[in-house]
C-alpha cells in the first residue's frame, strides 16, 4: 500500500496535468471530428462534382489505422501542406480527422432514413432548401445519431493513448515519465489504466443513458 | 511545398525497402490471428460467465467485460508487457518476460474478447427458449445443447458484426510496433531512422494500409449483405 501512496498519489498532480492534456486534445478533436464529419457528409450527399472526393476522404479516414494516420499527420503534414504547426495540434487532427470519417457515415444514416415527404412538406410549406435542412432535418439528425455521437467520443478518448507516442504530455505519458524516474511500473501503469477504463465507461454511460432517455423521449430506435 | 508534395508522392523508396516492409506486414498477420483466436476463446468464456446462473460468476464476467471493453488497447499492451510478467513473477517467484510478440497477442485478444463476449451474448439471448427446452426434452446435455443448437444459431447471426470485428482488430495491430514488434511500423520507423526521409515512408505505409483494409472492409460489406439477406430468408 506504501507504494500506491508514493507512486500514485503522491504524484496525483503530475497525473491530472497529463488528465487534462488528455481531456484537451479528446475535446478539441471530437469538436473537430462533429464539424468535419458534417461537411464531409453534406459534400458527399448534396455537392456532386466533389462527390468522389468525398467518398474517397470518408474511406481513407475510415480505413487507415490511427497510428499510422497520427505518423502521417505529425511528420509528413507540416512539409507538405505548412500545418499542423505543434504535435498538440497534429495530435487533435489525426483524431479528429478519423472520427469525422465515422460521423459523416453516421450523419449519412440518420439524412437518408429521414421519410422524404417531409423535405417535399417543407419545399411545399415555402422552405428553402438551408432552411429546410436547419429546422427539418438537421434537428432529428441530431437527436437521432446522438447517442452514436457520444460513443465516438469513446473511441477518441481510447485513440488519444496513442499522442503521447509524439511527445504530447498526456496521461499516457506522464506517467511513462513517472516510470522513467521510479522504475516501479506496477502501481503507477495499473492506476494510469484504471482511470482510462474509469474515464471511458463513464463517457459511453452517458452515451446509453441518453440513448435511452430518447428512445423514452421521442420513440426513437437507437 | 511541391517539392515536398513530389517526395510524399515519390514512392520509390518504400518500394525499395518492400522487402523487409512486407516481412513486418507479415507480423501484423500473425498477431492478428494470434489475438483472434484468444479473443474468440475469451469472449466465449466471458459471455458464458455472464450468462451465468451463479451470481458471483455473472459478476465477474460482467467486470470483465467492461474492463476490456473500456481499456484503451495501447494502455492495455503497455500494461501486459510491463505489469503483467512482474505480476505473474511475484505469484511465482521467478523472474518472468513476455516476448513482445506474447505480450501484443495477449493484450489485443483480451481487449477484443470483451467486445466478442457482447456480441456473443446478445446473438445467445436471442435464441428463443423453446430451442432449449426442445433439446432438454429430447435428453441433450448442457454441453451438448451449447455445440448442437445455440452456438450454430449464434455463429449465423454474429457473423457480419464478428467480421467487422475482426477488421477493427487488424487495424489495431499497428500499435504493436510500439513494444518493439518488428511489424510494418517498426520496419518504417527503422528504415526513417537510416535513411531520414519520413515523408515518401509514412505516406507509403499509410497507403499500403488503407489498400488492404479498404479492401478487406469492402469484402466484408459486400458479404455481410448477401449473408443478412440470405439468412433473413
Redo the contacts between chains.
Keep these: 500500500m506504501g507504494n500506491w501512496q508514493r507512486l500514485v498519489w503522491n504524484q496525483r498532480d503530475v497525473l491530472l496535468a497529463g488528465l487534462s492534456v488528455t481531456v484537451e486534445v479528446c475535446v478539441i478533436a471530437f469538436v473537430a471530428a462533429i464539424l468535419g464529419g458534417l461537411v464531409l457528409c453534406l459534400v458527399r450527399l448534396y455537392v456532386r462534382p466533389l462527390r468522389p472526393l468525398a467518398v474517397l476522404l470518408i474511406e481513407f479516414f475510415r480505413d487507415t489505422p490511427i497510428f499510422v494516420q497520427l505518423m502521417w499527420v505529425a511528420y509528413v503534414w507540416p512539409e507538405l501542406f505548412g500545418f499542423p504547426d505543434s504535435f498538440f495540434a497534429a495530435g487533435w487532427l489525426a483524431l479528429g480527422l478519423q472520427s469525422s470519417g465515422y460521423l459523416a457515415e453516421t450523419f449519412r444514416a440518420g439524412i437518408e432514413a429521414l421519410p422524404r415527404g417531409q423535405r417535399d412538406a417543407a419545399f411545399s410549406a415555402g422552405m428553402s432548401p438551408a432552411q429546410t435542412f436547419r429546422r427539418i432535418i438537421m434537428p432529428q439528425v441530431a437527436l437521432a445519431s446522438a447517442p452514436s455521437i457520444v460513443n465516438q467520443f469513446t473511441v477518441i478518448v481510447k485513440s488519444s493513448t496513442l499522442v503521447s507516442v509524439i511527445t504530447v504530455p498526456d496521461l499516457m505519458s506522464q506517467s511513462q515519465k513517472l516510470i522513467s524516474v521510479w522504475y516501479e511500473p506496477i502501481e503507477i501503469l495499473t492506476a494510469t489504466a484504471a482511470i482510462y477504463i474509469a474515464f471511458v465507461f463513464l463517457v459511453s454511460a452517458c452515451g446509453k443513458w441518453l440513448a435511452d432517455r430518447l428512445r423514452l423521449r421521442y420513440g426513437l430506435a437507437a | ?1 511541391s517539392d ?2 513530389k ?2 508522392l515519390d514512392l520509390s523508396m518504400f518500394l525499395e525497402y518492400r522487402a523487409i516492409l512486407l516481412q513486418g506486414l507479415i507480423f501484423n498477420v500473425l498477431v492478428f490471428l494470434g489475438a483472434a483466436a484468444l479473443a474468440l476463446v475469451a469472449g466465449l468464456g466471458a459471455a458464458l460467465m455472464r450468462m451465468s446462473r451463479l451470481a458471483p460468476t455473472r459478476w465477474i464476467g460482467t467486470l470483465y467485460v ?2 476490456f471493453r ?7 499492451l ?2 501486459v508487457h ?2 503483467l510478467p ?2 505473474i513473477g511475484i505469484v511465482i517467484r521467478r523472474r518472468v518476460e513476455f516476448h513482445p510478440f506474447v505480450s501484443a497477442v495477449i493484450a489485443l485478444g483480451l481487449v477484443y474478447s470483451g467486445y466478442f463476449a457482447e456480441g456473443f451474448r446478445a446473438g445467445i439471448e436471442a435464441i428463443p427458449r423453446g430451442n432449449l427446452d426442445a433439446g432438454r426434452a429430447c435428453g441433450m446435455s448442457e454441453r451438448l445443447i451449447l455445440w448442437r443448437i445455440t452456438l450454430p444459431q449464434v455463429v449465423r447471426r454474429m457473423l457480419p458484426e464478428a467480421l467487422n470485428l475482426f477488421v477493427s482488430m487488424f ?2 495491430t ?2 504493436v ?2 513494444i518493439a514488434v518488428p511489424d510494418l ?1 517498426y520496419n518504417v520507423s527503422m528504415v526513417i531512422q537510416q535513411e531520414m526521409r ?2 515518401p515512408l ?2 507509403g ?2 497507403l499500403t ?2 489498400l488492404l ?2 479492401l478487406l ?1 469492402a469484402g466484408v460489406r459486400a458479404f455481410s449483405e448477401r449473408w443478412r439477406r440470405a439468412i433473413l430468408v
Design positions: 511545398m515536398a508534395l517526395q510524399s467492461e474492463v473500456n481499456a484503451p488497447d495501447y494502455i492495455m503497455v500494461w510491463f505489469v512482474l505480476l487495424k489495431a499497428t500499435i510496433s510500439l511500423m519520413p515523408l509514412y505516406t505505409a499509410a494500409y488503407f483494409i479498404f472492409s
